[in-house]
């Protein structure tokens, strides 16, 4: 994606400047993906820095998933980012010419919490289905998603082939058309688990993306909390501007 910004601004700490430039480099294209970034000497020399300075902006990017590092070959541009926009991680996927893969982590039936009934319209006495996948782009992981529905209103759920897309059993099966969702978007750091299942260090940053989803009637079909890789991933959004005048 071209940066709109122009050269920033040399401010104090210079790593940081450092960082938003090679950071417009990499946006604009001028430095490609998995093509090599300038060694520290290079940068400390190009850009009258200390290697110290260099060595702390190239660490920025590479948490930041811009860069990514071969300990015998040197540190490289890294893949731009998946867009993704809320809705199905299959069709995104699609959109973005990546083969989706989907791994089932757990998929259970069990007793609401008080909050999730409520939203889900599940009578007294009734369960949800919990399910957790690892969602895949070119078998490379991307998202953890943690699901839940209704199980009296889907009661076989289960039995069927939960590795693809949940929204096409949905329609298929049950005849019910996920229409829109609310979400909201929250940067986290990974935990250990969630960590391991991406395939990313602890403590790596992410995007959890919490969904509530309608049906064409306005019922919630579906409850969602999906954590996302930060490196690996942008979120798009479209909206209408508000006005701010009264």
Same mark, same amino acid.
């Given at each position: 994606?071209?940066?709109?910004?122009?050269?920033?601004?040399?401010?104090?700490?210079?790593?940081?400047?450092?960082?938003?430039?090679?950071?417009?480099?990499?946006?604009?294209?001028?430095?490609?993906?998995?093509?090599?970034?300038?060694?520290?000497?290079?940068?400390?020399?190009?850009?009258?820095?200390?290697?110290?300075?260099?060595?702390?902006?190239?660490?920025?990017?590479?948490?930041?998933?811009?860069?990514?590092?071969?300990?015998?070959?040197?540190?490289?541009?890294?893949?731009?980012?998946?867009?993704?926009?809320?809705?199905?991680?299959?069709?995104?996927?699609?959109?973005?010419?990546?083969?989706?893969?989907?791994?089932?982590?757990?998929?259970?039936?069990?007793?609401? +919490?008080?909050?999730? /009934?409520?939203? *889900? #319209? $599940?009578?007294? &006495?009734?369960?949800?289905? =919990? !399910?957790? %996948?690892?969602?895949?782009?070119?078998?490379?992981?991307?998202?953890?998603?943690?699901?839940?529905?209704?199980?009296?209103?889907?009661?076989?759920?289960?039995?069927?082939?939960?590795?693809?897309?949940?929204?096409?059993?949905?329609?298929?099966?049950?005849?019910?058309?996920?229409?829109?969702?609310?979400?909201?978007?929250?940067?986290?750091?990974? +935990?250990?688990?969630? /960590?391991?299942? *991406? #395939? $990313?260090?602890? &403590?790596?940053?992410?995007? =959890? !993306?919490? %969904?509530?989803?309608?049906?064409?009637?306005?019922?919630?079909?579906?409850?969602?909390?999906?954590?996302?890789?930060?490196?690996?991933?942008?979120?798009?959004?479209?909206?209408?501007?508000?006005?701010?005048?009264?």
């Amino acid at each position: 994606m071209a940066s709109t910004r122009g050269t920033p601004e040399r401010t104090s700490p210079l790593y940081l400047w450092l960082a938003a430039l090679l950071r417009d480099q990499i946006e604009s294209g001028h430095l490609q993906a998995h093509g090599p970034v300038p060694s520290e000497r290079t940068l400390s020399e190009r850009y009258g820095v200390s290697r110290m300075t260099a060595r702390h902006a190239l660490e920025t990017l590479t948490l930041e998933g811009y860069l990514y590092r071969n300990p015998r070959r040197g540190t490289f541009v890294a893949e731009p980012r998946l867009r993704f926009s809320v809705g199905s991680f299959t069709r995104n996927m699609t959109r973005a010419e990546r083969t989706p893969g989907t791994q089932v982590l757990s998929a259970a039936t069990a007793d609401p +919490d008080p909050a999730a /009934a409520r939203l *889900l #319209g $599940v009578p007294p &006495g009734g369960r949800v289905h =919990v !399910l957790q %996948r690892l969602r895949t782009a070119m078998e490379e992981p991307i998202a953890i998603e943690n699901i839940q529905l209704s199980a009296e209103r889907f009661p076989d759920l289960l039995e069927h082939d939960l590795a693809g897309s949940l929204w096409a059993i949905l329609r298929e099966r049950y005849d019910v058309h996920p229409e829109k969702a609310d979400a909201r978007v929250v940067a986290v750091t990974l +935990d250990r688990f969630e /960590a391991e299942t *991406l #395939g $990313v260090k602890a &403590g790596s940053p992410a995007i =959890v !993306l919490t %969904r509530t989803v309608y049906d064409a009637e306005g019922g919630v079909v579906e409850l969602a909390r999906d954590v996302y890789r930060g490196d690996r991933t942008e979120f798009e959004v479209r909206a209408p501007v508000e006005d701010s005048q009264p």
